[in-house]
């Protein structure tokens, strides 16, 4: 399996529990939901980490290009990353 292939993997199991979150919300199911999104925002977060740590700095490497998408892509991350540390049940 490839670096690309596991964490596009990854990325569907984000998806996956992401919209197991937004089932339980639908359904009012509040405790459940409150669950599953913890797990959504471990997921993620660890996800994120795993791109700035392995799949950027190879992609950069193969490519040459340092200052192109993965600059963007890590802009986005971080943006998404802090809120998620930062946000607090209301």
Known sequence: MTITQYLTEEH???????ADVEKAVSEEEWERAEKLFKEFKEKTLLHFQKEEDILFPEFEQRT???????????MGTIKQGNFWK?????
């Open 64 to 74: 040459g290009i340092v200052m192109g998408p993965t600059q963007v892509m890590r």
């Open 12 to 18: 569907r199991k984000c998806d996956s529990v992401y």
């Open 86 to 90: 930062e946000w607090k049940k209301p």
